[in-house]
């Protein structure tokens, strides 16, 4: 503790916090005081940021489950006002993400020796060649989409990289900040395991009772629907299983143990069929690497797939899953309608949902576009076959890197986590967001 009290960087830090604390007194004469809490809160990270990147992050983790959670500039009647930035709400995900991005070429300069620009060229060339081809789709697709699709390749396609992976390959260097930033997104997910648990008896269910996220004092953490929590829930299970056989006391094995197992069983509770299904893929691919009896193992596996064999039996003879199913039909109809029309380089990025909404028929039966439940329909919609191949080579390849690291328990987990990523997203919207792609920056650097 002495030590760290004459240490320069420690008071450092309680300069700058003493900095931001009186900016922010400063600042509320003009501001409001939720404006000066959202404002300190952001100039607190950032100054985290530069004194710890690391820190930023294990942050980046915790905060890209909570989807729901987003900060509105807008609704702050004194932030509304400022040019540009009063237009802003995006999710808290996202501001970290930027924070980091603002920060790491001070980082750079200050002290380089926290920041690992070498580690950029780990899968690069994958990523270059399917924003090329992104950027093919933009240029050669529908001129009277040009300004969307030119805003759509800089966010969401381009920030996918840059805001989610990027931050974790310059600050992450060591395998202990992997597993930390993984337990971050793990704590998150338990709460919104909690959340859906709590939700089979306080809300009310269509059909039939499921776990799903609600409101809390008018946020929406988690999203507005049960898939979008399974979404996060099943993405951590195979790292959340792992890190549970790794303690070494009985009370953090119970601890953990029962974490996973409620992370679990609240994703089954969902009864989102993707969640069925990454869950029997996740228990399927447990049971072929690690069972140890042959026998007890082809049991095991029998049993996995008559139980989901009989879920998709029960679920499929509801009105919900009829009413799903139709709409996935009709949005996948459209998406190769649209893919047929221009085949090679698609109508360009970010126009599905204006394409889904110039549809009349869908309008009148459906109410509000949708957006392509699966990334193929969005892919191949928006950026064509060049883009859909692209996409699929950087997912293959980075897929069969990390299969061929299989061989310890670690680094089997990451390869489970990414099969579970794009296993879920061949059904559903997130493909683009925090939630899927802080796991792929750290199933990168787990390559490293």
Not at 351 to 378: M, S
Request: charged share 10%; glycine share 8%; with cysteine.
């Amino acid at each position: 503790m002495k030590q760290q009290l004459i240490e320069r960087a420690t008071w450092e830090l309680v300069a700058w916090f003493g900095i931001a604390i009186a900016l922010s007194i400063a600042a509320s004469f003009y501001i409001s005081w939720a404006g000066v809490v959202i404002v300190f809160a952001l100039l607190a990270i950032f100054i985290a940021v530069v004194a710890r990147p690391v820190w930023g992050v294990y942050a980046l983790a915790a905060a890209a489950p909570l989807s729901g959670l987003a900060i509105s500039f807008a609704s702050e009647q004194s932030l509304s006002r400022v040019p540009y930035l009063g237009g802003i709400e995006a999710p808290v995900v996202d501001f970290i993400a930027i924070i980091l991005l603002v920060a790491a070429p001070i980082i750079f300069f200050i002290n380089h020796k926290k920041i690992f620009p070498a580690h950029i060229k780990n899968h690069l060339p994958w990523f270059l060649l399917w924003f090329a081809a992104v950027a093919a789709a933009v240029y050669f697709g529908d001129p009277i989409y040009f300004g969307t699709s030119l805003k759509a390749f800089f966010r969401p396609y381009l920030f996918t990289y840059l805001a989610f992976v990027l931050p974790i390959l310059l600050f992450v260097n060591r395998r202990a900040e992997i597993i930390y930033a993984a337990v971050a997104y793990e704590i998150a997910c338990l709460a919104g395991a909690l959340m859906g648990a709590v939700s089979i008896f306080v809300t009310s269910s269509i059909g039939f009772p499921r776990a799903e996220p609600f409101a809390i004092f008018g946020y929406i953490p988690f999203g507005t629907n049960h898939n979008v929590l399974a979404e996060s829930l099943t993405a951590i299970i195979p790292f959340a299983v792992w890190w549970a056989s790794e303690q070494k006391t009985r009370a953090a094995k119970i601890f953990w143990g029962g974490a996973a197992a409620l992370i679990a069983i609240v994703s089954a509770l969902t009864f989102s069929r993707a969640a069925w299904i990454v869950l029997a893929l996740q228990g399927l691919g447990w049971l072929w690497f690690f069972g140890k009896h042959t026998g007890r193992r082809r049991v095991a596996i029998v049993a996995v797939v008559a139980v989901v064999a009989l879920f998709f039996m029960w679920i499929e003879n509801t009105a919900v899953a009829d009413s799903s199913n139709a709409t996935r039909t009709d949005l996948t109809g459209i998406a190769l309608t649209y893919f047929n029309r221009a085949p090679l380089t698609g109508q360009g990025p970010g126009t599905f949902i204006q394409l889904v909404g110039e549809t009349a028929a869908f309008r009148l039966d459906y109410g509000d576009p949708l957006d392509a439940h699966g990334f193929l329909q969005k892919v191949m919609a928006e950026t064509g076959a060049l883009g859909t191949i692209a996409f699929l080579a950087l997912l293959i390849s980075l897929g069969w890197r990390l299969w061929k690291r299989r061989h310890s328990a670690f680094e089997a987990v990451w390869f489970f986590t990414f099969i579970s990523l794009w296993a879920y997203q061949l059904f559903n919207t997130g493909y683009f967001d925090g939630k899927v792609w802080v796991l792929v920056g750290l199933c990168l650097a787990s390559l490293l």
